[in-house]
């Protein structure tokens, strides 16, 4: 009997679950397919919402044991079996906020916590998380033409057009929406998989790095595949010669087994180490330019990771350091996310004192800037009678102006809802930069009452009246408007954005179904202006003021008027003191879009500000300057960014504000919207660079040594010293351990940036470079080539303790070079303290070679040195450390000269055939 109800509740246990995953499946297509149908059946949105245990007003349980339900039975905002990808993106979605009702509270949670069932709260501006039903809202529109072409505003309808597609942009309005499908079962992760290729695969320009790597790759293939072709050729030529195939049997021999078993088998001779020293050079350039940068470059990523900077591209982080141009926008990166209302204008004065305010002016003036402010938002409060203080959920604009009124007013939203019916809302238009509502109260049924929100001197110029204090309304004469005009240009000059609020009244209800505002015949009455405080962030003019040392230009980009975009640039450091008069140091949007194309180009490296801008004019600079020849790096966080940071050579996005979409079209993502990321960037560019370029610099230049040594072996009766091991032990060393230093290399400090002279994006320092290479080379020729001519009459050593001693040289340069190459400070103790990976890695080198030297001299064909060999080696070694700082103040005709004393003692040894 146990058994057969154990089986029975196995059974129904699979039928449930296999229930519950075609209600997932279910939902998951009814909101891909947009599908009525299958909506109707399942008994509308309200019912969707029941079946999925989600209450209309407080949303679902917020329990741990609940969100891991409904994880294990719906799926996650994630991708967990992709483990390492999702390790790199984690960081980047979890600084995604969204805004969610949970057991009747609001919460701020990740979008890779939301699950099926959650209440999210939408707003302009913002990318829709995940496949969902339309709640209820104002205004809602979204924009799917990433997904579907064409489809572009769509209002969003309950009855009519209910479904929401997650990596749709909200355009307009704001809502609520139910999480249907999350992570691997939405639309925008059916998309994402066909078009997963970077579109940085198809930029034309490339980095320095990459132009070279591009290069060598080419000039490479060409060079085997006519190589191939020569020797396929004369093969096949020789073939057919007797004398040659006699020859090449004359070299082959019948080996013995190490069992004493004769094989019938020809086996050509091994190469032999002077065989591999010829290709070793060879395959060095490969490992370099294949394998060991972009191992450097994928290290440094992760260093970056950790200092809040998520590089996509890995070779963005070397562009960096190419950056001449930074174009950032105001909001978040410099000033704060914050905002608060400092100044109020009524009238004919301005007020910064809430209680003096309220005591002065009259119930009807109070009571219509209540509905202008509460009831024209696209800000939410959430639960105020369970609350202690009202939650706010919006932008930080609509936050502040709601706050004010909510703590500063003491607006009661609740009864303002109940005394007050919304006849029509137009949310927020960044073209049109306003907003308005229209709304009746419910005991004048005959009257209504519109209200306009936007930039002040747009509101002040649709206005043909004002309220004073009193309720008295007064026309505005010229001589009015100007000084309305110099209040606001005042409230501007001290960083404040100036937010204006104005009223018509309308009688009868004819324009109840007209989606146009009420302007025909004018008469909108001032209200008021309001001033918002936002104050740069400490760490943005401490960075805006890093880059002006590095040589780096920081412009900004805002939708606030001149005055106060001018005010926060100076504020943050951007206008320079000289600056501030120039009339072209700060303009409109309108005006230089209005420039022909040979006017921007002349005026673009004047222009440190663009208030009011468009995408087209964000668009516009970036292509100017990029005609110019300057390496552009633009950050954004709105759709409308997306052609700007497509269109700049490294593309840059704030991971807290930014949509899904500009993510994907951008190089570098900053996790904590902090400028000093920025900066932080721009410092691992150059040590990335810095790193990359001395790495074939200082590597290539023993290999050159090899190289030449080998090739004097084969023209000379002097036998070629090296054997295979110690080939592969400099192999290891150079492909290996040197790219393992230079990894651990730490950034440059603040002090060092204002010596840092930049270029454009050629390849950086190639003449001084080319100096330190072949003094390098040079030296390392002349040393290798007199030990193993001259050594043991100078040194008076046996020839294998000279043949030990010039390999153990050859491998003290490397060493040096390891130590050099990561050395990018002056200060020789603060490098050595910051460093210390480095110096450990060579150390630990230092000591195996010394191991196999004196210890297993035996296994690997060694000589012991003594002491004073030893100090040698290492005096010799260290010689090579000092051609860095010599070749820096080198003429070329002296570095001319000593190429040619060098090559000449070189032909002087090659043409002895033996010794003295």
């Known amino acids: 009997m146990q058994s057969a109800a154990s089986s029975s509740l196995v059974a129904e246990g699979e039928a449930l679950q296999q229930q519950e995953t075609l209600l997932v499946e279910g939902l998951a297509k009814m909101v891909k397919e947009r599908s009525f149908d299958r909506l109707a059946r399942f008994g509308g949105v309200r019912k969707v919402a029941e079946i999925l245990g989600t209450d209309w007003d407080n949303g679902i349980r917020g329990s741990p044991a609940e969100l891991l339900r409904r994880t294990n039975q719906y799926g996650a905002n994630r991708y967990i079996s992709w483990k390492y990808i999702q390790k790199l993106r984690s960081m980047s979605f979890d600084n995604i906020q969204a805004q969610v009702v949970r057991d009747g509270l609001p919460l701020h949670v990740p979008i890779s916590s939301l699950v099926v069932g959650d209440i ?30 064409g489809e572009r505003d769509i209002e969003i309808v309950e009855r009519k057009r209910p479904f929401l597609l997650s990596g749709s942009l909200v355009t307009h309005g704001c809502g609520r929406m139910l999480v249907i499908a999350v992570g691997i079962n939405t639309t925008w992760e059916d998309f994402i998989s066909t078009t997963r290729v970077s579109h940085r695969c198809l930029h034309e320009r490339r980095t320095p790095m990459e132009q070279l790597k591009y290069t060598f790759a080419t000039t490479f293939f060409w060079f085997v595949l006519l190589l191939c072709f020569y020797c396929t050729i004369l093969l096949g030529i020789c073939s057919y010669i007797p004398e040659y195939n006699q020859k090449i049997m004359s070299t082959v021999k019948v080996n013995k087994s190490k069992f004493g078993i004769e094989m019938d088998d020809v086996v050509p001779d091994a190469p032999d180490a002077q065989d591999i020293a010829l290709m070793f050079p060879f395959m060095s350039f490969l490992l370099i330019f294949g394998v060991k940068i972009p191992l450097i470059l994928a290290s440094y990523k992760k260093q970056l990771m950790a200092g809040h900077v998520m590089v996509r591209n890995l070779y963005a982080s070397e562009r960096m350091k190419s950056v001449e141009t930074i174009y950032t926008k105001k909001t978040g990166m410099i000033t704060s996310n914050e905002m608060k209302v400092k100044e109020f204008l009524l009238g004919r004065e301005a007020s910064e004192s809430d209680q003096i305010f309220l005591e002065t002016i009259s119930s009807y003036v109070l009571q219509l800037l209540h509905q202008g402010i509460c009831l024209n938002t696209a800000a939410t409060v959430l639960n105020q009678a369970t609350l202690l203080t009202p939650e706010i959920f919006g932008s930080p604009t609509e936050k502040a102006i709601l706050s004010w009124g909510i703590f500063g007013l003491g607006i009661d939203m609740n009864k303002l809802k109940q005394d007050c019916d919304v006849v029509r809302v137009a949310a927020f238009q960044p073209e049109l930069r306003d907003s308005w509502i229209l709304t009746r109260m419910k005991n004048e049924s005959s009257t209504m009452h519109f209200h306009l929100k936007g930039g002040a001197e747009i509101v002040l110029a649709k206005s043909s009246s004002y309220y004073h204090r009193d309720g008295s309304i007064n026309a505005i004469e010229e001589v009015d408007r100007r000084h309305f005009e110099g209040m606001i240009e005042n409230m501007a000059a001290k960083g404040l954005r100036c937010i204006a609020l104005a009223h018509k009244r309308i009688l009868g209800g004819s324009h109840g179904q007209h989606n146009s505002p009420p302007l025909e015949d004018g008469g909108l009455t001032l209200l008021g202006v309001i001033g918002l405080e936002n104050p740069c962030r400490t760490d943005a003019i401490m960075a805006v003021r890093s880059c002006k040392d590095a040589g780096v230009n920081v412009k900004m980009i805002t939708g606030d008027n001149l005055f106060t975009a001018r005010a926060i640039a100076i504020e943050c450091g951007i206008l320079e003191a000289h600056e501030v008069s120039e009339d072209e140091a700060v303009i409109e949007g309108v005006k230089f879009r209005d420039y022909s194309p040979e006017e921007r180009l002349e005026k673009i490296d004047k222009i440190k500000v663009l208030a009011r801008s468009s995408a087209l004019d964000r668009l516009l600079m970036v292509q100017c300057l990029k005609k110019k020849g300057e390496v552009v790096a633009f950050i954004g966080n709105s759709m409308y960014d997306v052609p700007a940071l497509y269109e700049a050579d490294v593309g840059i996005s704030e991971a807290i504000q930014s949509t899904q979409v500009v993510k994907e079209h951008s190089d570098i993502i900053i996790l904590d919207n902090s400028f000093s990321c920025v900066v932080r960037a721009i410092k691992y560019g150059w040590c990335i660079s810095n790193n990359i370029q001395k790495l074939p610099q200082c590597y290539l230049s023993v290999l050159v040594a090899e190289l030449i040594m080998s090739w004097v072996g084969d023209h000379s009766s002097r036998e070629f010293p090296f054997i295979n091991f110690h080939l592969f032990w400099l192999i290891l060393i150079g492909n290996a351990v040197m790219p393992l230093a230079l990894t ?173």
């Open 744 to 916: 651990t290399g730490q950034p440059i400090n603040a002090d060092l940036m204002e010596n840092i002279s930049l270029n454009s994006f050629e390849v950086p320092k190639r003449g001084e470079m080319g100096k330190i290479f072949i003094l390098r080379t040079l030296y390392q020729i002349a040393v290798i080539l007199v030990l193993h001519y001259k050594g043991k009459f100078i040194l008076s050593l046996n020839e294998n303790v000279t043949y030990t001693f010039s390999f153990n040289t050859l491998i003290l340069f490397l060493i040096f070079h390891m130590s050099d190459a990561s050395k990018l400070e002056k200060n020789i103790l603060a490098w050595m303290h910051k460093n210390k990976p480095s110096l450990c890695i060579a150390a630990i080198t230092l000591v195996v070679q010394a191991l196999m030297v004196e210890f297993l001299y035996k296994y690997f064909d060694y000589e012991r040195l003594n002491l004073k060999q030893w100090a040698a080696c290492l005096g010799l070694a260290a010689i090579s450390s000092l051609i860095d700082r010599l070749a820096k103040s080198f003429n070329p005709k002296i570095c001319a000269v000593c190429v040619g004393m060098c090559m000449a003692a070189a032909v002087y040894y090659v043409g002895r055939k033996t010794d003295p």
């Open 120 to 149: 999210v709260f939408l707003e302009a501006g913002k990318q829709i998380p995940a496949d969902g039903l339309f709640l209820d809202g104002y205004c809602l529109k979204v924009d799917e033409s990433i997904m579907r072409a």
